[in-house]
């Protein structure tokens, strides 16, 4: 198993920014797409909601509609990091954020099974 470790959250007001950190030991990491999902307050974490996902080479990048054109994903496969940019945030972005690795090289992908800790997000308006 691959264990993804996210950071980076905080409390930031409506309209500021953030970039979130996903680590992980295994060299796995980039080899594979990776992605972000997030959890909702009163949402269940299986159910989380698509965010962005980014191929293993970092050349293809896809993102869910309520993001779009506010954040960014990328990666480092030389540190094993994936980064999430977001911008012009909202409350409704409001969440924990989840890193998750993908079964494939290329998007789109299947996801691994395995969580993190996850790291929250809290905008105020």
């Known amino acids: 198993q691959v264990q993804p470790v996210e950071s980076g959250g905080g409390l930031v007001q409506a309209g500021g920014s953030l970039r979130l950190s996903c680590s992980a030991s295994s060299t796995t990491f980039s080899s594979y797409s990776t992605g972000w999902f997030r959890q909702a307050p009163g949402k269940e974490r299986n159910f989380a909601d698509f965010?962005?996902?980014?191929?293993?080479?970092?050349?293809?990048?896809y993102y869910g509609e309520s993001v779009r054109n506010r954040f960014t994903i990328s990666r480092d496969n030389d540190k094993n990091t994936m980064y999430l940019q977001m911008s012009s945030l909202k409350p409704e972005d409001t969440a924990v954020y989840y890193c998750?690795?993908?079964?494939?090289?290329?998007?789109?992908?299947?996801?691994?099974?395995?969580w993190g800790q996850g790291t929250q997000v809290v905008v105020s308006p």
């Open positions: 965010v962005a996902a980014i191929s293993s080479d970092g050349r293809s990048t």
């Open positions: 998750k690795i993908g079964t494939v090289k290329n998007l789109p992908t299947g996801w691994r099974p395995d």
